[in-house]
């Protein structure tokens, strides 16, 4: 059962810093691109940030300078460093794989449970 773990969210005031993780697990034999989603309250869900599994990246013009995506396929995790903070910011972020697992010809779609980022003095 493939499984994907977020962490890092929390609280911080505008400006600030916080870096989330997003670690995959499971029968999983490659994973080809992953992604940061986010969903503010009475919103729907939006694209953050995206990277291929060479490294390409793609951001929405809101985060651009601000936010990065990387990733370590050694570890099957994903990473948003989320810098200069801003209230417009709070949302529960959520991460996503797009995967192949064993005797599977198909690619796979995963999400993460979502981790909470508020950004409020």
């Known amino acids: 059962q493939v499984q994907l773990v977020e962490s890092g969210g929390g609280l911080v005031q505008p400006g600030g810093s916080l870096r989330l993780s997003c670690a995959a697990s499971g029968s999983i034999v490659s994973i080809n691109h992953m992604a940061w989603y986010r969903q503010a309250p009475g919103k729907q869900r939006e694209l953050v940030a995206t990277?291929?599994?060479?490294?390409?990246?793609n951001y929405v013009d809101s985060v651009k300078g601000r936010f990065t995506i990387s990733r370590d396929n050694a570890k099957l995790t994903v990473y948003l460093q989320m810098d200069i903070l801003k209230p417009e910011n709070t949302a529960v972020y959520y991460c996503?794989?797009?995967?192949?697992?064993?005797?599977?010809?198909?690619?796979?779609?995963?999400w993460g449970q979502g981790t909470q980022v508020t950004v409020s003095s």
């Open positions: 990277i291929t599994s060479g490294g390409s990246t």
């Open positions: 996503y794989a797009n995967l192949r697992e064993p005797l599977s010809f198909y690619s796979a779609s995963y």
